[in-house]
């Protein structure tokens, strides 16, 4: 009996579709398990745990790429590398942060400049179609 997963019951286990493996490995994520003869190709474990390792990176924000060098990092051994990465990653979700707290408070202010409108123009429509 052979060792590890076919490629579907890995995307069962990770709770992924086949085309987000096949994407992965497109990308350098994971690799790509030799195809014996005839046969299928069998996903070591340790390619569920770096599906879980990506999944969760994503949910703080990394991109594939970021991703890439985390895991090209793993190990401990590159700390500042990896520090540095993350580091970059916040400082940007900051500005975005700010930006985004800009936007609603600028939509705040047209909703209510729009509640207190007693007819004519349309403050909303009126400040998108100038640069205030």
Known sequence: MQSGMTIGRLAKAAGV???????????????????????????????????AFIRRAQQLGFSLAEVKELLDRSGGRNLRETRAIAESKYENLERH??????????????????????GGGDP?????????
């Open 17 to 51: 579709n086949v085309e987000t493996i096949r994407y992965y490995q497109r990308r350098g994520l994971i690799g790509e398990p030799h195809k014996p003869p005839g046969g299928h190709r069998r996903y070591p474990m340790a390619v569920l745990d770096q599906i």
């Open 97 to 118: 942060i700010a930006q985004l707290e800009m936007m609603r408070k600028r939509l705040k202010t047209l909703i209510e400049r729009s509640k207190k409108a007693k």
């Open 124 to 132: 909303i429509i009126e400040a998108l179609n100038t640069d205030e």
